[in-house]
């Protein structure tokens, strides 16, 4: 079993901060693309931005210049520094991971999901 755990969603006003965490834990022998999406009400889930094994990153143009994304291969864990944030990134934010388990198998997998709200 692998599971993605987020954590760091909240409530912050435009143009504050957020910074959400995604760990990894289970039967896992390794970890390719990790990234975040979001979903807005009555929207269709998007692409936040991705990161590769090899550190390779890409943003939507929504948060470009707004959103860094990066990750702790020792702590199978993948974060993403959320600045000036506006009411517009209001959504429930979603890590995705490519993992390839103790198996031999890879999959995709999901987290639960975690709120973030932007106030204006």
């Known amino acids: 079993q692998v599971q993605l755990v987020e954590s760091g969603g909240g409530l912050v006003q435009a143009g504050g901060s957020l910074r959400l965490s995604c760990a990894a834990s289970?039967?896992?022998?390794?970890?390719?693309?990790m990234g975040w999406y979001r979903q807005a009400p009555g929207k269709q889930r998007e692409l936040v931005a991705t990161i590769t094994t090899g550190d390779t990153t890409n943003y939507a143009d929504s948060v470009k210049g707004r959103f860094t994304i990066s990750r702790d291969n020792a702590k199978n864990t993948v974060y993403l520094q959320m600045n000036s944030l506006k009411p517009e990134d209001t959504a429930v934010y979603y890590c995705?991971?490519?993992?390839?388990?103790?198996?031999?198998?890879?999959?995709?997998?999901w987290g639960q999901g975690t709120q973030v709200t932007v106030s204006s």
């Open positions: 289970g039967s896992i022998f390794s970890i390719n693309a």
């Open positions: 995705n991971a490519d993992i390839t388990s103790i198996r031999w198998t890879t999959d995709a997998y």
